[in-house]
């Protein structure tokens, strides 16, 4: 008779493992391999991260890593573009990751997993050579005669309007040329990443960044992906670890901050 019960149970328990195995979702690595291709979501005006090329191609330090992930995966990186405000939504609609220089947020997460962050990169200001000194902290900005120019929907315009009370703040939808409104004295300052800042001086003679190497205020960089799939993200931060430790992130950096 306990043979028997011991039995029951162990037929019991068996039942219960392939109910639970039936029922558990796939995650999106395993999607993506099946599919052969990584959907990725990106702006694309973000330089160093993402920009889109007058070809139509894509190039940027999360452009480089992404490719090599889908590569790593033993599939095609599909880019798609998408923008700021719609950034969320085109993801959780279109993509399996989204990149391109985006700051980790609160908020976000909300939606979204985050990659483990690849990078630590604070805001900091880029204004005119000549307006560096005046343009040192918040309170130097936050006054009534300045006018502070920012791409909208992302978390600079979200920095602008949670610190700036008094500025003139302009929203300007073309990330790719928004500093030439500074050379040209449209406006005084922007507030973006430190390593855009640092990217966007070499590009523009005349522009300076403002002390990049302490930020107006912490941050973080990441890969959005979906929420609640643990599978997925495990996979992705284990690439990325493995490319920081072989040297192969460093070396995707010096391309673009050289």
Known sequence: MMQFR???????????????????PTSRLDEVQKAGKLRVCTPGDYRPFSVLRSDGGFEGID????????????VEAEIIKSSWPSLMKDFQEKCDVAV????VTLERQKSAFFTTAYMV???APITKCENVAKFQSVADIDKPSVTVIENPGGSNERFARANFKQAKIVIFNDNTTIFDEILKGNADVMISES????????????????????????????WLLPRGDTVFKAWVDQWLHLSKATGDYDRTLARWLR
Not at 63 to 74: E, P, R, S, T
């Open 121 to 123: 990169n604070g805001k």
């Open 63 to 74: 452009i480089d890593l992404v490719q090599a992930a889908a590569k790593a995966l033993g």
């Open 100 to 103: 391109g220089g985006i700051s």
């Open 195 to 222: 390593v855009e800042t640092i990217a966007q001086q070499k590009l523009r003679p005349g522009l300076c960044a403002v002390n990049p190497d302490k930020p107006l205020q912490y941050g973080e960089m990441a």
């Open 6 to 24: 011991a039995l029951l149970g162990l037929l019991a328990a068996c039942s219960l493992n392939v109910a639970v195995a039936q029922v558990q």
